[in-house]
Nanobody, 123 residues
Framework: QVHLVEFGGGSVQAGGSLTLSCAAS????????MGWFRQAPGKPREGVAG???????LYAASVKGRFTISQDNAKNTLYLQMSSLKLEDSAMYYC?????????????????WGQGTQVTVSS
C-alpha cells in the first residue's frame, strides 16, 4: 500500500506560479510511475503530467511548456511546478502512483491516489 498526500495548493493570480508537492509513504519501492491529475467542477478528471522511473516525463498539451513534473527519490516526494497559470488551470489537483513501463496520463495507469489539493487561478 502507498499513501499519498498533496501540499501546496492555493490561490494565485493569472500569470503567476505555484508548486505542488506530493509526499509518498508506505511501500514506495513497489511504484515506478507517478503523475498529476486535475479535475474542475463539472469536468472529467484529466492527466496533467506523468513521470516514469524518476526521469521520463509526459505532459498534456494544455500544460506543456508551463508545467514541470519532477521527483526527489531521497525524499519520496513528487513535485509539479506550475508557471504562467491560466484561469482554466483552476481545479483540484491529485497525485497518483502506480507501476508500469512508461509515463502515463490515463487514470487506469495508477493504483494509488491522494486526496487532492485545490488550485484557484484568478484574474
Amino acid at each position: 500500500q502507498v499513501h499519498l498526500v498533496e501540499f501546496g495548493g492555493g490561490s494565485v493570480q493569472a500569470g503567476g506560479s505555484l508548486t505542488l508537492s506530493c509526499a509518498a509513504s508506505g511501500n514506495v519501492v513497489s511504484i515506478n510511475r507517478m503523475g498529476w491529475f486535475r479535475q474542475a467542477p463539472g469536468k472529467p478528471r484529466e492527466g496533467v503530467a506523468g513521470i516514469y522511473s524518476g526521469a521520463s516525463t509526459l505532459y498534456a498539451a494544455s500544460v506543456k511548456g508551463r508545467f514541470t513534473i519532477s521527483q526527489d527519490n531521497a525524499k519520496n516526494t513528487l513535485y509539479l511546478q506550475m508557471s504562467s497559470l491560466k484561469l482554466e488551470d483552476s481545479a483540484m489537483y491529485y497525485c497518483a502512483a502506480g507501476n508500469g513501463i512508461f509515463p502515463a496520463l490515463e487514470s487506469a495507469g495508477y493504483n494509488y491516489w491522494g486526496q487532492g489539493t485545490q488550485v484557484t487561478v484568478s484574474s
